[in-house]
């Protein structure tokens, strides 16, 4: 059985993957593992900053199939949201783009035999290269929950994760005088010292500009001592760049990605729900 296009754009990050977390001490965070295979394997800028349908990182969006596989695969585990980490056997595994190639091919024939024997199995590979693997997929539900609220939902629902995370007196601006910002809070760092803060959200399915961050933080400059810019979006390379600029006070960037993750954790918004896996080996023994 070949491999589409879509199949061999994530298949040959399989053992870069391995070969990233073995770097990074057996363990990271998804993103930390895509930035490190892009920076060692030089990757440009029109492969890392491409984006599917969803608004996605078509690369980053690669290595979480990558990852998938390898999970199925007993390579890689999750012991705990936003981390992937080395199984023994990965640790000890070295994949080459072939070797890649029939793992996949071997996870397709199961799933593929899964599905013939019960036809109620979901489908667990991707047709396309802009498919997403099954935990983007939950992760998208939520990023596209919060880009349908109204703008002013959405600056009201920024303000409750914010106290989540422990800013103090967390008010909402409004549009008629935010003066550029959408609203400001208090972060008390130790009992003696507070630090101000001004924040700007932007519920949007593109990327936020330079330009963007660049007045934000003019009008955070001399108001406070820190802002944050939340988006349902992304940022631009130079947005990124603009925000950690020298000399000035730096913007901290929370991206759609990101977002998810801050209510994921907080479990704000979102039931926790348990999910049961067929274990076939085990019905295995009384055939």
């Not at 984006?51 to 199925?72: C, D, M, P, T």
């Not at 926790?272 to 055939?287: G, H, I």
Request: with cysteine; net charge negative; glycine share 10%.
């Amino acid at each position: 059985m070949g491999l589409g296009k879509g199949h061999a754009e994530f298949v040959r990050w399989m053992g870069p993957l391995l070969d990233a977390l073995r770097a990074m001490g057996g363990s990271a965070a998804p993103r930390e593992c895509s930035e490190w295979i892009a920076e060692n394997h030089h990757l440009s800028e029109s492969v890392t900053e491409s984006r599917i349908k969803s608004g996605a990182e078509r690369f980053h969006n690669q290595v979480q199939w990558a990852r998938q596989y390898l999970v199925w695969e007993g390579l890689v585990d999750s012991p705990r949201r936003g981390v992937w980490t080395l199984t023994p056997k990965g640790a000890a595994s070295h994949l080459t783009y072939e070797e890649s190639r029939e793992l996949f091919r071997k996870w397709v024939e199961i799933h593929a035999a899964r599905r013939k024997a019960s036809p109620c199995v979901p489908e667990a590979t991707p047709v396309e290269a802009d498919d997403e693997p099954p935990d983007q997929e939950e992760e998208n539900e939520l990023l596209g929950m919060l880009q349908a609220l109204s703008a002013g939902g959405f600056e009201k629902l920024c303000k409750r994760l914010l106290h989540e995370y422990g800013l103090e007196r967390v008010v909402v601006t409004g549009k008629s005088h935010d003066g550029g910002v959408d609203g400001m809070g208090y972060l008390r760092l130790n009992p003696f010292v507070t630090m101000k803060v001004l924040f700007q959200c932007k519920r949007v399915r593109s990327a936020i500009s330079r330009s963007q961050v660049g007045d934000f933080r003019n009008a955070v400059m001399g108001r406070a001592e820190k802002g944050i810019f939340i988006t349902t979006g992304w940022f631009s390379p130079d947005a990124e760049k603009e925000a950690n600029r020298e000399g000035v006070i730096p913007i901290e960037l929370v991206d759609g990605e990101r977002l998810v993750g801050l209510f994921e954790t907080k479990q704000l918004g979102l039931r926790r729900k348990e999910v049961f896996e067929v274990d076939r080996t085990f019905f295995d023994q009384f055939r």
